[in-house]
Every structure is written in C-alpha cells, then in structure tokens.
C-alpha cells in the first residue's frame, strides 16, 4: 500500500508543477490582457497546488526525502505569479 500512496502523490505532484510552465506558455501566448490573465491565475492556483503536495509529501511517513529547498522555491514561484497576476488585474 505505502507504494501505491508514494504513485498517487508523485503523480499529483508532476501533474500541478508540470501545469505551473504549461499555462504560463499559454499566458504568453494568450490573444487578450483578459486571456494572458487568466492563464496566469491558473498558473498560480497550480503552484499552490504544487505547495500543498509537497507538504502533504513532507509530512507522511510514505517517502523520507528533504523537500525544504522545492518549499522555498515555490513560495517563490506563487510570489512572483502572485504579482503578475495583481499587476495585470490593476492595469
């Protein structure tokens, strides 16, 4: 069973961090302010995401492994997309 928990959050886990690049591409592309907003904002719900399956990963006993650095680099992801977003809204 540990194993198949250690697949359900891994696969989440790749799933939102591979998401956060994905809509951000999308953002960049985006044909409108609205639509590159837009994208931005699920860029950043997915990061979030991300944040919350790397504590869940963190704190169960499925895997051992120090996950302290990609904590801080996502924090710093969802600041940065955090502004993007709240600059574009503003302007």
């Known amino acids: 069973m540990k194993l198949q928990n250690e697949y359900v959050l891994s696969k989440q886990l ?4 591979t ?3 994905a809509n951000v ?9 609205k639509d590159f907003t837009a994208k931005m904002s699920i860029s950043s719900k ?3 995401e991300t944040k919350y ?3 869940l990963i963190d704190k ?3 895997v051992h492994i120090d ?3 990609p904590l801080i680099e996502i924090e710093s992801i969802i600041n940065i997309l955090t502004k993007i977003v ?3 809204q503003e302007n």
């Open 14 to 17: 790749l799933r939102s961090g």
């Open 46 to 48: 997915e990061a979030r």
């Open 86 to 88: 709240k600059t574009s």
């Open 25 to 33: 591409e999308e953002a960049i592309a985006g044909i409108s302010k």
């Open 19 to 21: 998401s956060i690049g």
């Open 53 to 55: 399956w790397l504590r």
């Open 60 to 62: 169960s006993d499925i």
């Open 67 to 69: 996950i302290s650095k």
